[in-house]
């Protein structure tokens, strides 16, 4: 059985490689959403498609024409489209900050009662 002869070379690699480790730059106006808000204090009331950072969450102020607002709730609704879900419409539920802080008050005698 014969054997094989390697041979080795200590030549420089012929491409020069360079490696780069950075974050990912974001682009700030992309996390900016249009959402659909809406009032819900009765009668309801529709306050327009609004723009608002997409990790906006519940209990959060916003301002609206000069009005506070805070955010009762957060609904995000898919459609199915050629078998992917798809974002379809965002959704915020507000009251008025006022009536929040009274709903409050009003749930906290009731708990203790």
């Given at each position: 059985?014969?054997?094989?002869?390697?041979?080795?070379?200590?030549?420089?690699?012929?491409?020069?490689?360079?490696?780069?480790?950075?974050?990912?730059e974001r682009n700030r106006d992309?996390?900016?959403?249009?959402?659909?808000?809406?009032?819900?204090?009765?009668?309801?009331?529709?306050?327009g498609i609004r723009s608002f950072?997409?990790?906006?969450?519940?209990?959060?102020?916003?301002?609206?024409?000069?009005?506070?607002?805070?955010?009762?709730?957060?609904?995000?609704?898919?459609?199915?489209?050629?078998?992917?879900?798809?974002?379809?419409?965002?959704?915020?539920?507000?009251?008025?900050?006022?009536?929040?802080?009274?709903?409050?008050?009003l749930e906290n005698l009731f708990?203790?009662?």
């Amino acid at each position: 059985m014969a054997m094989a002869s390697a041979q080795f070379s200590c030549r420089k690699p012929r491409f020069n490689y360079r490696i780069e480790c950075r974050k990912k730059e974001r682009n700030r106006d992309r996390d900016i959403h249009p959402f659909i808000v809406v009032d819900v204090t009765p009668p309801t009331k529709n306050l327009g498609i609004r723009s608002f950072p997409n990790n906006i969450h519940c209990g959060e102020s916003i301002t609206i024409e000069g009005q506070t607002y805070t955010v009762k709730g957060v609904t995000h609704r898919y459609q199915l489209r050629k078998g992917k879900y798809e974002p379809s419409e965002k959704r915020l539920d507000v009251l008025s900050t006022g009536r929040y802080i009274l709903n409050l008050y009003l749930e906290n005698l009731f708990e203790k009662s």
